[in-house]
Structures are given as structure tokens and as C-alpha cells.
């Protein structure tokens, strides 16, 4: 059976090729979400959808309900939707394979599975991953969210530069429907005419700073720029809150891990080091930092930054303020 992504999915689904069952889970719920309001709003016409589409929920039904409407056929239209959502809720979900070895054609039977998945041991995930379209979505990782929310924008008409986005993957993380919520804030706020998010739109309306953030601690970092780097761990120190040091670090970790990574790219440019790291945006950074840092010293930031995250959690017996390990990491790393 073919492997479906989010995307191979949407693509069919424009495309008016259906499949007889969906199982969509996983513990990114974005992507989920997404396709089930595709299919809910685009598979029928308005008029079909008050005869064919029908929701249920887990928790308030039961497996041979759902499939005894989806063996009904559709009423005056070529097929009926029939979603199931919180479905991880409904019980006896076994019960499932006999429908599945004859579906109904004319049915899209469309189970949402959220925050987490299906047992791959049962045998209807068997049977879901033979006869059916199974999408399991995982958590997005840091160096993945510029592109999300990149092709995001793109999707909305809009374009934001480097520095925007990282500063909005930063502020928002990787909670996907959190931040298309932020962009399409954004959207509305931006004003008539305009495409463009800048830095200043995402400090007025997101609340993170554009001079004081991590963005520009590891720029400062990469080029070797101490007073810019000081400057931004003094207003962190002084502003704990907004920037707590449980998210400098695995920024920082995640940053010097790929560096030290980097140094194995056979071709150091800044296109090698994106093909061989498998990440689209900020390379330009590795090849900088490849000249301004050796790559032992790399491994022992690698370590200091593992020891600030100790000390920052009480581990070494006294507490120290988050300043003074920043202020300590910092000089470490830039000397």
C-alpha cells in the first residue's frame, strides 16, 4: 500500500480521487484537522452535504452505527461523507475489518484519530493499512517549522523574509494550529495591498521582541558579535519570563548539533550543507559558524550547553539565577 503524507492526500482530494476509508491520527492533530474540514466542505455540494454528510463522535457512538451508515448509499448525489471524529474514543474499533474488506464505494468513510495513534499491532491497523488511506502525523521538529509556516504564508498570499519567520517559529513553537492562527491574524492585521510580514508587525502583534530574541542571540553567537550577544542575555536575565532559559538552550543545543554535523557535509558550501543537514533555511549560518568555530570546540559547547540545562534544573546544589548560566554558557561559548 502507498505511504500518504498530508500532502499526497490534499493533492488526491483536489484532484476528485476518493478513497472508500480514512484513518487520519497521529500527534500533530494539525494535518488532521485540515483534511477532515477539506473533505467535510469540498467532497459535496451544499445541497448534498444536508442528505450525505454525517459526523459522529467517539464517545457518543458505537462502531456498528458508523458502519451502518456507511453501507447506506447516497441520496441523490454520487457519494456520502461519513467522518467519525475523536475516534481514539470509540470502542470495539475490531469490528471495523469486515467493512473494510468490502467497503462501500460510494461512502468516504473518514475516521479522525486524535493525539495519538492507532496500535500498528491490531489487526485493523493491518487491514487500514492495506485497503485504506492512513496518515500518521508526527510532532514537527524545530528545523521543519520556517518551512510550515512558509508554505503557509504561501497558501494565504502572503511572504514574510528569514528573520520574521524565525522569530515567529520562535515565539509560537511547534503547536501548528496555534501558529496558522497567528498567520492568519497576521493576514487581517497586515492592511489592504500589502503581502509582506515584517519583523515589526510580529513585535507589535505577537509580542516577541525583534532585537531581543534567540534569532538574534545565535546570530550574534555565529558571527562572534559579544556585545550584541551580552546585550541580549542581560535583557534576557531582566525579562525571565518572556525568555526563560528552558527555551535558549534546546535552541542552542539544536543549533551546534547541526553544526557539528555540518562538519561531515563532502561540500562545505551553503547549498552542500542544506542538502547534507536535510534543512532548507539558516545554512548560511552553519558555513559561517564552520569558519568562526572548530569543530572540537563545537563538541565542548555541546557539552556546556548539556551542563547549563543541568544548572538550570537545580542539579548542581545551589539554585543559580538563569542570568548568571547564560552569562557563564555565553562567555564559554564565544572564547
Known amino acids: 500500500m502507498a505511504k500518504y503524507t498530508y500532502d499526497s492526500i490534499l493533492a488526491e482530494l483536489k484532484k476528485g480521487v476518493y478513497h472508500p476509508v480514512y484513518y487520519l491520527m497521529g500527534e500533530e492533530s494539525y494535518f488532521t484537522d485540515r483534511l477532515v474540514d477539506y473533505i467535510s466542505k469540498n467532497v459535496l455540494s451544499d445541497i448534498e452535504q444536508e442528505f450525505n454528510l454525517t459526523v459522529f463522535y467517539g464517545l457518543d457512538t458505537d462502531i456498528d452505527t458508523v458502519i451502518s451508515a456507511a453501507r447506506r448509499y447516497p441520496m441523490m448525489a454520487e457519494h456520502q461523507v461519513i467522518i467519525v471524529k475523536e475516534a481514539q474514543m470509540i470502542k470495539n474499533i475490531d469490528a471495523l475489518i469486515n467493512y473494510l474488506r468490502v467497503p462501500q464505494p460510494s461512502t468516504l468513510l473518514v475516521f479522525a484519530h486524535k493525539n495519538g495513534s492507532l ?3 491490531k489487526k485493523v491497523a493491518v487491514e487500514l493499512e492495506r485497503c485504506g488511506v492512513v496518515l500518521d502525523s508526527k510532532k514537527v521538529n524545530d528545523n521543519q517549522l520556517p518551512q510550515f509556516i512558509n508554505n503557509y504564508m504561501r497558501e494565504k498570499g502572503l511572504v514574510a523574509d528569514n528573520k520574521a519567520v524565525l522569530m515567529l517559529a520562535e515565539s509560537v513553537g511547534a503547536d501548528l494550529s496555534r501558529m496558522a492562527g497567528e498567520i ?151 572564547h
Open 184 to 334: 492568519d491574524k497576521l493576514s487581517i492585521l497586515k492592511g489592504e495591498g500589502s503581502a509582506n510580514i515584517t519583523p515589526d508587525m510580529i513585535e507589535e502583534h505577537i509580542g516577541i521582541s525583534k532585537e531581543y530574541n534567540n534569532f538574534e542571540l545565535q546570530n550574534a553567537i555565529v558571527n562572534k558579535d559579544i556585545y550584541k550577544a551580552n546585550r541580549i542575555i542581560n535583557y534576557f536575565a531582566q525579562n525571565q519570563k518572556k525568555n526563560p532559559i528552558q527555551m535558549t538552550l534546546p535552541l542552542l543545543f539544536s543549533f551546534f548539533s547541526n553544526l557539528m554535523m555540518a562538519y561531515y557535509a563532502p561540500d562545505k558550501s551553503e547549498r552542500g550543507v542544506s542538502e547534507f543537514l536535510g534543512i532548507r533555511w539558516g545554512c548560511g549560518d552553519y558555513v559561517k559558524a564552520m569558519r568562526n568555530y572548530r569543530a572540537m570546540h563545537v563538541m565542548e559547547i555541546l557539552h556546556l550547553i548539556r551542563l547549563a540545562d543541568a544548572q538550570s534544573k537545580g542539579a548542581e546544589g545551589a539554585a543559580i539565577p538563569a542570568g548568571e548560566i547564560m552569562r557563564e554558557l555565553l562567555y564559554k561559548i564565544m
Open 119 to 121: 496500535d500498528k499491532r
